[in-house]
């Protein structure tokens, strides 16, 4: 027996192969019918495996009828098989692209991004009117030449009062205005404390803003808050007169609130300037005809202001028979409260982001 197979004779090989082709034009006609009914991605995986999966495909034990020939034998008798599994192999995978290609498309239509659709808004944060105010106020005086300085917001008995020649029975200094942490320690009840600590750091010419925040008792009412902003200027060189103070203000108050704008002075008391004078502008609104925001009068106060005492500037080291200057505190809160119409400072503190949000 040979152990390749069996061979076949010349007309018998003829016969089966007549058979074979036959068989394979019946099996070639089934894959045909079948494969036409195909209508799911699964079916197609069951028909591959039917016909030629490896383990029971109708064509792979087509195949393994062929062992038993003779290598020449097998050749022949192949032949045909071949080009049928091939054929079978070729309508699959056609089959299966198109699968693949229908889900392709479906997921591009599942996945597809509507660019006309309107983005959805970031939130992005805001400045606080009081910032806003303020930075409003520093780019003038930025633009005056001023350098913007800063102070603790918690001071020594010296700096609250002593520097300022506040004497020390001064009603500013009774527990009833000031915050005392201790028997020599406060939360600055103004910003005028700065005045000293850029005095002691910078000898003049001096040009300084210090906007911050300050602390009194006051109870909280519309007009009131403990805790509230102030901006303090100051300025020292040789030669400054009132005249100096007068024309600065003006020029800040022009800058803020348009050319118009009229400013007046007041005679008014502050222990660390002398003279010292209230400041009032004319109403932004009525333009000093009298209106709600002015309550009628046309003018609003601004703040206090002077020439600076000559013991303040002798405590800071600075000789005042050389050097004369001015300074000026402008509260922002009113201001703020003023300039955007609103009816109770404490709306400032309440941090109720509706509110914030409006301010830009
Ligand atoms: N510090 C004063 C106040 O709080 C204002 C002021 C500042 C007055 C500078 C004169 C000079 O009322």
Redesign the pocket.
């Known amino acids: 027996m040979p152990t390749q197979g069996s061979r076949i004779y010349p007309e018998v090989l003829g016969q089966l192969l007549e058979m074979m082709n036959e068989r394979l034009k019946q099996l070639r006609e089934d894959f045909d019918r079948e494969i036409g009914l195909v209508t799911t991605e699964t079916e197609a995986t069951e028909l591959r495996d039917r016909w030629v999966g490896r383990k029971s495909g109708l064509l792979t034990a087509e195949m393994k009828t062929l062992g038993k020939l003779t290598p020449e034998d097998r050749r022949l008798a192949g032949q045909g098989l071949n080009d049928l599994k091939t054929y079978v192999e070729a309508g699959i995978e056609r089959l299966q692209l198109g699968f693949a290609a229908g889900r392709e498309a479906e997921q591009l239509v599942r996945e597809r991004i509507d660019v006309t659709l309107p983005g959805r808004r970031i939130a992005t944060g805001h400045l606080h009117p009081i910032t806003l105010l303020r930075e409003k106020i520093e780019d003038i005086f930025v633009s005056m030449g001023y350098t913007i300085e800063d102070g603790p917001e918690i001071e020594t008995d010296f700096y609250n009062f002593d520097a300022l020649n506040i004497p020390s029975n001064h009603p500013a200094r009774s527990w009833q205005d000031t915050f005392y942490l201790g028997d020599h320690l406060a939360l600055r009840s103004?910003t005028?404390t700065v005045q000293i600590h850029a005095m002691q750091r910078r000898q003049p010419p001096l040009r300084v803003l210090a906007p911050g925040r300050v602390f009194r008792r006051d109870t909280p009412d519309a007009t009131h808050n403990p805790m509230f902003y102030?901006v303090?200027g100051l300025l020292v060189d040789r030669g400054i007169t009132l005249g100096d103070l007068k024309g600065t203000i003006q020029e800040f108050v022009h800058r803020m609130f348009g050319p118009e704008t009229q400013t007046r002075f007041r005679p008014s008391y502050?222990p660390?300037?002398e003279p010292?004078a209230e400041i009032d502008y004319s109403c932004f609104k009525c333009n000093g005809t009298g209106c709600r925001v002015c309550k009628g009068s046309g003018w609003i106060e601004m703040?206090?202001?002077?020439m600076v005492h000559p013991n303040v500037l002798r405590t800071a080291g600075i000789d005042p028979e050389v050097f004369s200057g001015f300074?000026?505190?402008l509260g922002l809160d009113r201001l703020c409260a003023l300039m955007y119409g609103l009816d109770d400072i404490r709306l400032l503190y309440e941090n109720d982001v509706r509110f914030l949000e409006q301010f830009t």
């Open positions: 103004q005028s102030q303090e502050f660390f300037v010292g703040g206090g202001s002077g300074a000026f505190g």
